[in-house]
């Protein structure tokens, strides 16, 4: 049951899906509510309800990542935290589960003459327009797609990765069903909806990411063959960026206290502008960089330079800031990492991370070592809150440079080897614009993922 925001029905649904004599346990996922949500789940003693806390708002899909991992029974189905969908619809939901003829049921508010609220009308055209398509790339013939009552096996739907943080989860979960050959069956259910007054949260923006979805997960945007991205450069190249540079320390600098752990500093380049009025420890794995560093920073008492890798740094609680940009991407483990920048850090004090985001604006420079792992939103919230810290912030930034990657990674064409002069002419033309662009608010995506937390006192 992911919940965000429910107040006034979370309560009452979750009496109603007690009442079902199918029901083992509810695994309630509170998305980071603020309107008193939180306080109601927590005054439950029911013991067949289990609670779990998002550290932020992070979507449905998100929540419902977290809600299947936590999941113990042998069969799960979705249940939103509203009242739009009626527990005494498990039956017909189930008996096809239960009756080992299916892997996956979807409840569809089309079939069966049952009963629904009559509301908006072009949400029903979208949610056909949404349906036609999915099944169009999926060759199923679902009438609704976007139902919320899906059923699984457990250990079937905790075989699969949900990539999408929001409504996105629908059109996902379809295509990847349906592309590993589970047997899929559709029953007819009740639907009682509610208007936007009444509380309501989805948008025309999650049906156009819902068309991106279908076209995603349907495989076919894996047959592009992508190129370089141009996004905010690496830190070993932002000497050819000064833009670029200047951009990342602004964004940084405010988030730093005044003993900065900064983790594979590289050149030196985002050293030398973070080290003004306050004490630096450059931790470096490279000794080509280390030297370079060393003799960059001999004159500046401020400045440390250390031989190291973050795993084995022995002292704990001595910053109060840690600094990773460009670094969980690369390692082998990010929970270790995450863990081992904790440990560093004193009570109260914060890591800042800086990395690639999205995995689809990946490009030959990624897959070439120079960037690895892109991440959601929510995946880096969700590693940082299992290490042990607060999140404080998570944004993403350059909105604008995320589409620009989007577009060339799919271009053809070879293009590895101008990197440099990529690097050049990105920074110098594109980013004064990108900046200006930038501060205009955050609409949901970016090229690259800025997070704050802090270990808690």
């Known amino acids: ?77 979705v249940q939103d935290a509203d009242l739009e969908y009626s527990p005494v619809d498990y039956a017909q939901v189930l008996e096809p589960l239960i009756a080992d003829r299916a892997d996956v049921v979807f409840g569809s508010r089309f079939l069966g003459g049952r009963a629904h609220r009559v509301l908006y009308y072009w949400h029903s055209v979208g949610n056909k327009v949404l349906t036609t398509t999915s099944n169009m790339f999926t060759n199923l013939n679902l009438t609704d797609m976007e139902t919320c009552y899906k059923a699984f096996r457990r250990e079937m739907i905790q075989s699969i990765e949900i990539c999408e943080d929001r409504f996105g989860f629908e059109p996902e979960i379809t295509a990847k069903v349906a592309r590993d050959g589970w047997r899929i069956y559709e029953v007819g259910i009740s639907y009682d909806g509610r208007t936007y007054d009444e509380g309501k949260k989805i948008g025309w923006r999650d049906g156009v990411r819902g068309i991106y979805s279908i076209v995603r997960y349907s495989g ?59 004490r630096v420890t450059a931790l470096e794995a490279s000794k080509h960089h280390v030297e370079s560093l060393t003799v960059r920073f001999r004159q500046n008492p401020d400045v440390t330079v250390r031989h190291a890798h973050l795993l084995d740094v022995a002292e704990r609680g001595q910053f109060d800031s840690v600094l990773l940009v460009n670094v969980v991407e690369h390692s082998d483990d990010d929970h270790e990492v995450l863990k081992a920048a904790r440990a560093v850090l004193r009570p109260g004090g914060r890591l800042i991370v800086f990395a690639g985001a999205f995995a689809g604006l990946s490009g030959k420079l990624d897959r070439r070592g120079q960037r690895g792992h892109r991440y959601r939103r929510s995946e880096l919230v969700e590693r940082a809150d299992r290490a042990g810290l607060t999140v404080v912030e998570a944004r993403y930034v350059n909105a604008p440079g995320a589409v620009l990657a989007w577009v060339l990674a799919r271009l053809p064409g070879g293009g590895g080897e101008r990197t440099g002069a990529l690097v050049r002419a990105y920074d110098r033309l594109l980013v004064p614009a990108l900046r200006r662009w930038d501060q205009r608010g955050e609409p949901g995506f970016g090229e690259s993922l800025l997070l704050v937390a802090q270990r808690p006192d």
């Open 220 to 278: 076919l945007a894996d047959r592009a063959t992508p190129d370089p991205t141009p996004g905010i450069p690496e830190l070993d190249r932002l000497g050819d960026a000064p833009n670029s540079a200047d951009w990342i320390t602004d964004l940084l600098t405010p988030l730093l206290g005044t003993d900065v752990l900064e983790v594979e500093a590289g050149s030196g380049e985002l050293t030398q502008r973070i080290a003004a009025g306050r």
């Open 1 to 77: 049951m992911p919940c965000f925001n429910e107040r006034a029905t979370v309560s009452e649904i979750i009496d109603r899906v007690l009442a079902s004599p199918y029901v083992a346990e509810i695994v309630v996922v509170d998305d980071g509510s603020t309107d008193g949500t939180r306080e109601i789940l927590g005054g439950i003693i029911e013991p067949r309800v289990r609670v779990f806390e998002q550290p932020v708002n992070l979507g449905k899909g998100a929540a419902l990542r977290r809600g299947f991992r936590e999941a113990t029974a042998e069969f799960v189905i």
